[in-house]
């Protein structure tokens, strides 16, 4: 079965604040893909980063950056110096062929 | 591009009453998604439609439920005999596997039900 698990429900970071949002996923696919969303009070899920199986470079982004470990299973989120506009509710989501599987989300709010 | 459309944006039923919600696609995505989210929960996959053929549903999704692709375009994910626990947000994702598409969901603004 898969899974994704986010075991960070809510953060509460001063703006400037550097914060890392985990994500934890299980599969037994070998070929599969890694994503985050960030879904603001608007509402609408806002596509962040994809990243499959082989690739396991850490990535940037501006403020963004992102460590996949297929060791441990991880693929965590790192704003650096935060503002209030990154607050939000963050998903990771896991997709094998098709259907993706999201975390039940973290809720960060960023205050000035 | 114009990114996915959803309406209406808000419903408010009552109980037993049949419900529709469409979602437009970016144009040219083959694929098209519908997902469901409560409140303090991570989106739960409903049903999804390459083209006009839906290939797989969830047991999410029960005998009142039911989606429709008739033209590959728009979708329309109908609910009858509405209940309390259908109070959700439907969400609408579309993407592409054609000509390099790598299947990234682009999601719509979502509907939100609420049911009295």
């Known amino acids: 079965a898969q899974k994704v698990t986010q075991a960070q429900t809510e953060i509460s970071v001063v703006e400037k604040e550097d914060v890392t949002l985990d994500c934890v996923y299980e599969t037994r696919d070998t070929t599969y893909y890694l994503f985050w969303y960030k879904q603001p009070p608007s509402g609408e899920l806002v596509f962040l980063i994809r990243r499959n199986s082989f690739d396991e470079q850490n990535e940037i982004s501006g403020r963004y950056s992102w460590n996949f470990q297929k060791s441990t299973s991880s693929f965590n989120f790192t704003i650096t110096a935060s503002q209030v506009v990154d607050s939000a509710v963050y998903f990771c989501a896991l997709k094998g062929t098709d259907k993706l599987i999201f975390g039940t989300g973290t809720r960060l709010q960023v205050f000035p | 591009d114009t990114g996915v459309s959803q309406d209406p944006r808000h419903k408010i039923t009552k109980r037993g009453q049949n419900v529709t919600f469409r979602c437009d696609p970016i144009s040219e995505h083959n694929r098209l998604y519908w997902y469901r989210q409560t409140l303090g929960q991570g989106p739960e996959f409903l049903t999804y439609?390459?083209?006009?053929?839906?290939?797989?549903k969830s047991r999410l999704l029960s005998d009142r439920f039911s989606a429709e692709r008739p033209k590959g375009s728009f979708s329309t994910l109908e609910i009858q005999r509405t209940e309390q626990g259908d109070s959700a947000m439907y969400l609408c994702?579309?993407?592409?596997?054609?000509?390099?598409?790598?299947?990234?969901?682009?999601f719509g603004p979502g509907t939100r039900l609420t049911v009295l």
């Open positions: 439609f390459q083209n006009e053929a839906q290939l797989e």
């Open positions: 994702a579309s993407s592409s596997t054609v000509a390099g598409g790598l299947d990234t969901q682009y």
